[in-house]
């Protein structure tokens, strides 16, 4: 590797950092100051909605993938036309629809012949689970289905209930803090009560992810 391409190398990690930080800021006072701009718009959900449609798109999902495209040309017409619809619906239907529908897939592998999909990649990373990871994975799949629906209803709720700007709050700033917290709170827990666990990284983990959501979109086309 040149001497450039290294301290490219370097920098990269530092860099997402201070945009992972540096985003939900901006968008927060984007929405807040120029909430109702085409350009803020497409600012603070731009991103959210390539990534998701390119996430379905690679997931084998070509129809809902499509199907999301219309229906996000559809809303930002809506949002712009004369008298149409508030952009502030829209950002709305972001963060609440989002964690609805994360809540729903991690909801959906609790049901009954079907594994959790924490176990899921649990049993990619170890090669197989044992009875307790098993059980301690299933948990951990309720924990974040509890999560993301709870997020959603107290996102409706600050929005009908409270200030827009508060709400910004929420959606922008609280939500990733609280994620992270999850994460952390969890990983600090699961070797606390289960130090027989075997350990692995961030990195080994959304390889599993990654492994995980190309392995669902074979199976579509199956």
């Known amino acids: 590797m040149s001497g450039t391409g290294h301290v490219l190398a370097r920098l990269r990690g530092p860099a997402v950092i201070a945009l992972a930080l540096a985003y939900p800021v901006a968008s927060h006072f984007a929405m807040v100051r120029a909430g109702d701009s085409a350009l803020a718009l ?79 990649l649990a049993s990619r990373l170890h ?32 929005f009908l209930g409270g200030s827009f700007a508060h709400w910004s709050v929420l959606a922008n700033l609280l939500t990733p803090v609280a994620i992270a917290s999850l994460f952390v709170g969890e990983y600090l827990l699961r070797y606390r009560l289960h130090p027989e666990f075997e350990r692995v990284t961030m990195a080994t983990a959304v390889r599993a992810w990654r492994s995980h959501g190309e392995a669902g979109g074979r199976s579509q086309h199956a």
């Open 42 to 120: 497409v600012f603070v959900l731009g991103p959210f909605v390539v990534l998701g449609l390119a996430g379905l798109w690679r997931a084998g999902q070509r129809a809902l993938a499509l199907a999301g495209t219309a229906a996000v040309a559809l809303l930002g017409a809506l949002a712009f036309a004369h008298n149409g619809l508030s952009p502030q619906w829209l950002y709305l239907a972001q963060h609440a629809g989002v964690h609805v529908a994360l809540g729903t897939w991690f909801g959906s592998t609790l049901a009954a012949g079907r594994q959790p999909l924490i176990s899921a």
């Open 127 to 158: 090669g197989g689970l044992t009875p307790d990871l098993a059980a301690y994975t299933r948990r951990v799949t309720v924990a974040w289905t509890i999560y993301f629906f709870a997020m959603a209803g107290l996102s409706l709720a600050l």
